[in-house]
């Protein structure tokens, strides 16, 4: 307990909001991804496994910013929610991106 309440665990929720990874190229990347046939979500599946460190660092970031219960997955309503909030996006549009990125389908 004495460890979560060190500075540098406490410090990163602050670094985390003063530089948002999830930007509005994010959001376009992942709404052209929904758009984009199986077979190029396949393939741009594969070339994630090719991404650098810092690329993976921004994935990961962006990824942390939708995690809101922290638990390593992203919810449907917690992804709508973060959507809709700092991009107003529609709750349609959520679900069509939503649905292209989950792949566990649960």
């Known amino acids: 307990e004495k460890a979560l309440k060190h500075p540098w665990i406490t410090g990163r929720e602050q670094l ?5 990874a999830l930007d509005t190229s994010i959001l376009a990347a992942m709404r052209q991804f929904a758009g984009a046939s199986r077979f190029r979500r396949a393939c741009m599946e594969m070339m994630a496994w090719s991404l650098s460190f810092e ?4 994935v990961r970031g962006a990824f942390e910013e939708l995690d809101v219960s922290r638990q390593g997955t992203i919810t449907l309503g917690a ?3 973060v959507l809709k909030t700092r991009f107003d996006v529609q709750d349609e549009d959520t679900k069509n991106v939503f649905d292209a990125l989950d792949v566990c389908h649960d």
């Not at 985390?16 to 948002?20: E, F, K, L, N, V």
């Not at 690329?55 to 921004?58: G, L, N, P, V, W």
């Open 55 to 58: 690329e993976r660092q921004e």
């Open 79 to 81: 992804f709508r929610e």
């Open 16 to 20: 985390r909001s003063a530089d948002p």
